[in-house]
DNA sequence: CTGAAAGCGCTTACAG
DNA sequence: CTGAAAGCGCTTACAG
């Protein structure tokens, strides 16, 4: 039923080797017989079998993409990495297995041990990541997007969180404001060891704190309707803060509802700034000044450095950390 | 470097097939002989190579998923297909080859001939879509999420539209109103064939018409600011209206925020209702009453359909179209 | 420039 | 209850 190379071979009267060879180029074919095999492929409708070609290569030219959903957590943002991950696995010629399965350690030993990928890419990597155990023990090449603990042994990008926060006070000490509010991802994401929480706290306070501004740190909600209650909340217990600082999904996508409804117009009566992507952005009409979240070049640095592990000799050197600096676009949300 | 059932038999002290059936339970197995094996097993690390048992037994336990990403459109609603298909596959023992390419017919053909999937889930299926020749042609088993203008030859799950748009009616019916406004998907999704548009649009108008009611149609917007022009322009332009149907994920999600900038309120001057899922409205924070989208029920029903296609005889009977029953939540948005 | 043969790691009739 | 052998569809030394 499928056509096999012996059955291009017969067809163009060649052997198996040669068509083979015609097809990966790697010796020299004369013309006409090249022109036989491209005619019998051309008829027979001739695709190699990719299991077969895996079995004999040890190269699948399938990456793993492990994703997590957590319940009770702004899930849009997540497609912003996805994608641009599953774009740059094509340029390069790779194709991308995703699992959302819940349970990652297992996940990624079964499709690992069973030389289903060539490597891993991870994202949403957290501080004492359940699956980085899991990667070690593997022994495939892997790309984490999130910064985890300790040395993971393999390659990691993410975003420059410390940094980020910084440049967001930076931007506000400019315009003289002396008293801020930030609003962090929930508490349990903390829990979680989602260290880019603390990174941007911190990053933020230490700054803050140089310039002698005033800042009041919180962890926000990431779903209605406890998002307005500790937002007006907060804002209610400072009245004083002139700008807010944004580090939360659903409370970004929430606050021009928010501030409509208490009648605060941005900027005149708060400025606001944040850290988000574009494309998030743009989904949910946000007209605040924002550091990029720069899913899509980290989607693209991870897939890039994964495939030349696998491409290179086994140690390509060691293992990469790599904070993409963050970028600030000025929407006009402060004063 | 790799363990093989090789190394587990001689480890074992038994032959390579006595592992495999071992394995797979196909035969009897004496107690003394398995649990030796099992201990080999456990000791070396034993996982059977995904490509050479795919190779023998022309089955890979994967399934292709193809989603295709629209410039221009709006993406978070995406997420609500891909996962229930994901943990649906993972329930059957499959997993997913995600394709996100945007040549989707050489994708498809691409990975149905090289033999990488043993089934193709399309997602976003439109009247003519350029996909179903290709899908057509591969023949392998198929399951389409959207409903495609001619029969598929595949098998076929939608909500249906048509019975959606014919209860929001109904439901504003009976509480009185005679005066309404429906916003559609942008006019650039019918010329791409998304039927979902003059299904739900048709159902809402010939309904409308059997009551007396007048219905104003409108083609939406997907991008702000554009989304709050219209909508500002059409409430305009139909001061006597009394209740808005919107089948539209971009113009739902800012309604809140325009709304409340008319000083518009719902349902006290306005009815609404719409169509989302349940999932996508809790992450927009959507107090609206709405038909559920019923994205995971497709995603699960469509890939149940597909494991029955690769698992039963080639021809398990002619191919199905199936439309999921809508399901009205009334979230108090009408009076 | 081309072919015959071995082998990747499995599964499964065939044989006992 | 178990084993030896064939074969799935490729790629690549080896040989000419």
């Given at each position: ?28 074919i ?31 030219m ?20 996805v ?16 699992v ?21 890419v ?20 892997a790309?984490l ?8 042994g ?27 509010v930030?609003?962090?991802?929930p ?5 979680r ?59 970004i ?5 928010i ?11 708060l ?7 574009r ?57």
């Amino acid at each position: 039923m499928m056509t096999t190379i012996g059955d291009v071979a017969r067809h163009a009267g060649v052997s198996r080797s040669t068509v083979s060879y015609a097809l990966s180029g790697k010796r020299a074919i004369s013309d006409e017989t090249r022109d036989r095999i491209g005619q019998a492929i051309a008829e027979l409708g001739f695709t190699p079998n990719a299991g077969a070609r895996a079995l004999k290569t040890a190269q699948t030219m399938v990456l793993g993409l492990l994703l997590q959903f957590h319940a009770d957590e702004f899930a849009p943002a997540m497609l912003q990495y996805v994608l641009p991950v599953s774009e740059a696995a094509r340029d390069h010629g790779y194709d991308i297995l995703m699992v959302t399965d819940p349970h990652g350690p297992e996940a990624i030993r079964r499709i690992a041990n069973s030389d289903m990928v060539d490597g891993i890419v991870l994202l949403d990597v957290t501080h004492a990541d359940p699956r980085l155990p899991a990667i070690a023990e593997v022994k495939k090449p892997a790309a984490l997007i999130g910064l985890p603990g300790g040395a993971a042994g393999v390659d990691v990008f993410d975003l420059d969180f410390g940094e980020a926060a910084r440049m967001l006070v930076d931007h506000l000490q400019e315009r003289g404001h002396r008293e801020l509010v930030l609003v962090s991802p929930p508490y349990h994401v903390v829990e979680r060891g989602g260290s880019y929480v603390w990174r941007f706290r911190e990053g933020a306070v230490e700054r803050a704190a140089r310039y002698g501004i005033q800042i009041h740190p919180y962890y926000g909600e990431s779903r209605q309707p406890a998002i307005t209650t500790s937002v007006n909340a907060l804002l209610d217990a400072h009245p004083k803060a002139t700008a807010l600082i944004v580090h939360n999904d659903a409370t970004i996508a929430a606050l021009p509802s928010i501030l409509r409804d208490r009648g605060v117009r941005v900027p005149d009566d708060l400025s606001v700034v944040s850290l988000y992507s574009r494309d998030f952005g743009e989904e949910f009409s946000l007209p605040f000044t924002a550091v990029e979240s720069a899913a899509g070049e980290l989607g693209r640095r991870a897939v890039a450095q994964l495939v030349r592990r696998i491409t290179k000799s086994p140690d390509a050197g060691p293992s990469l950390v790599r904070f993409v600096p963050p970028v600030l676009t000025d929407r006009g949300s402060t004063r």
